[in-house]
Each structure stands twice: as structure tokens, then as C-alpha cells.
């Protein structure tokens, strides 16, 4: 009984086994209509790689002056505007940019042209003429009458 076992436990080994070892490979053309040989070819060429320059490369002029105005008005830079990035340009923006604590970089960090006044300007957003923009009302409206850090009674009701 454990002899037949163990033969069919081999029988069953070698039908697993033996077909996959003597199958040929199937070659099946391409799907797209383009001939063995052509995409062959393609995948033998040589893709050269190109390096993709990502980021911001320069400051537009307009810009510059800018920027330089209000580095001039916070006492950073000296002189006149000439809407160039030079190195006293930089140098004032990243003395701007150390004396706030923050990165400094050759770019100008996107907080730095906020507090310098030059963030985005959304008054030609769809929204900006028609929407109301009410500032909050004073903190001292909103307060509510208050006895051992409860509500008094008479204001829940509102």
C-alpha cells in the first residue's frame, strides 16, 4: 500500500514536471501591425538622455525691480533699481531671508515676497469682485455674559 503511494506521488511529480521542460517558446506576432524586425530594431536603439531642467532658471526683470524696491524700502539694499539679480540683490534677500529665520537660498523663499509685500494678487480672480469679503466682528460682540464659567440661562435661549 505505501509502495503504490509512493508511486503515484512520483507519477503524479513527473506529469508535472517533464511537459514544461520539452515545451517550445511561441513567438506571436505583435498586436499593433508592425513586423518582428521593426520592433526589434526599436528596442535595440539607444534612447539618449537628455537632462531636464526643472524650476524656476531666472527672475523676470519687472521682478527684480520689484523686489529690489522693497528691499530698499526695508533698508536691506541701497541705490537705484536696475531690475537686475545681481550678487548685492541676492546677498540683500538672503540677509532678508536669514534675519527672518528662514532658508537662503538663491530664490527668493515664497514667505519672504509675501511679508515684503509682493505675494499673489487675486483682485482679478472670478470671485473677487462680487464676493463679500465683511472682516469679523470685533471679539468683544461676541462675548457672552458669564457667572463661575457657566452660560448664564438667559443667554442660552437666544
Known amino acids: ?13 513527473a506529469a508535472l514536471i517533464v511537459p514544461p521542460a520539452f515545451a517550445s517558446r511561441v513567438h506571436r506576432s505583435p498586436t499593433n501591425g ?4 521593426s520592433s526589434h530594431k526599436l528596442s535595440q536603439t539607444r534612447h539618449k538622455k537628455t537632462r531636464r531642467v ?5 527672475i523676470e526683470p519687472e521682478r527684480v525691480t520689484q523686489i529690489q524696491q522693497a528691499l530698499i524700502r526695508e533698508h536691506y539694499l541701497s ?22 529665520g528662514w532658508q537662503t537660498k538663491l530664490m527668493p ?4 515676497l509675501k511679508k515684503l509685500g ?6 482679478g480672480a472670478i470671485n473677487a469682485k462680487e464676493g ?12 457672552l455674559p ?13
Open 34 to 37: 508592425q513586423t518582428s524586425s
Open 118 to 123: 509682493l505675494g499673489p494678487d487675486y483682485s
Open 109 to 112: 523663499d515664497s514667505r519672504a
Open 1 to 13: 500500500m505505501v509502495s503504490s503511494h509512493a508511486g503515484l506521488a512520483l507519477l503524479i511529480s
Open 54 to 58: 526643472r524650476g524656476q532658471q531666472a
Open 79 to 100: 541705490g537705484e533699481t536696475d531690475g537686475r539679480w545681481d550678487e548685492t540683490t541676492q546677498a540683500a534677500m538672503q540677509k532678508y531671508q536669514a534675519d527672518q
Open 146 to 158: 458669564q457667572a463661575s464659567g457657566f452660560i448664564a440661562a438667559s443667554r442660552v435661549s437666544q
Open 132 to 143: 463679500n469679503f465683511v472682516a469679523p466682528s470685533s471679539s468683544s460682540s461676541n462675548t
